[in-house]
DNA sequence: TACCATTGCGCAATCC
DNA sequence: TGGATTGCGCAATGGT
């Protein structure tokens, strides 16, 4: 069986094809590519393996920043409850900025007991 | 050049291994092979681009969370040092746990203005 | 035109 | 026994 046996190739079954006089050259040649062939598939395993790499490591950074917008979540609501509790008495709050603050208290923060 | 040539073989150079017959049994048994090969390849091609788009997605929510931690952090701070401008003139804050409290202030809240 | 890198493909060994 | 994987070489092709 030979690899020039292939169909899907041009009329070339035998001899030289442009240079080559199927000698030294022709040899030289090929041990090139199979080296450049080697190198070229050593290069992708290694990035195939970082991506891999990379796949685990933005898992765990994903998981570690939602437990922490869980808990940020979960601080905000509390505090806010905090805050709406006191909002009828408070009368000296008007140190700080009230417009930001009841922005503040209205935003993405479910009644903390909404989390598990 | 014959793909037989490699030197890396046992002593059998030429005729049957074991039992093909170098007939149409071997023909077979390549073709089902070559077949097999290149549905593994393509199989392998195809989990290849999963898992390139599974880092984009990884990283685009990896984004998003950092994002979401900057912003409750940022408001925590803010909402923390109300509490803290308010410490001194408060005597019905008793309403709440003040342990719980007391340690949510001193947690993870760099005073809001050291983000960016 | 020469050269290295990539890629599709077949073979054979090996894994399962 | 047989498909699935994998290392390897060949040749075509892409990119300088």
Redesign the pocket.
């Known amino acids: 069986?030979t690899?020039?046996d292939?169909a899907p190739?041009?009329g070339?079954p035998r001899k030289e094809?442009?240079?080559e006089e199927d000698g030294d050259e022709y040899r030289k040649k090929?041990d090139?590519?199979?080296m450049?062939?080697?190198?070229?598939?050593q290069?992708?395993k290694i990035k195939t393996a970082e991506t891999m790499h990379r796949v685990n490591t933005l898992k765990s950074e994903n998981t570690i920043l939602q437990e922490k917008v869980k808990t940020l979540t979960k601080e905000l609501g509390f505090l806010k409850e905090l805050f709406l509790a006191h909002a009828g008495n408070s009368a000296d709050k008007s140190k700080f900025e009230d417009v930001d603050l009841q922005q503040l208290l209205g935003e993405d923060t479910p009644s903390s007991d909404a989390m598990k």
């Open positions: 069986m690899v020039s292939m190739k041009r070339k094809m442009d240079s090929r090139r590519n199979n450049a062939v080697k190198r070229s598939r290069k992708s």
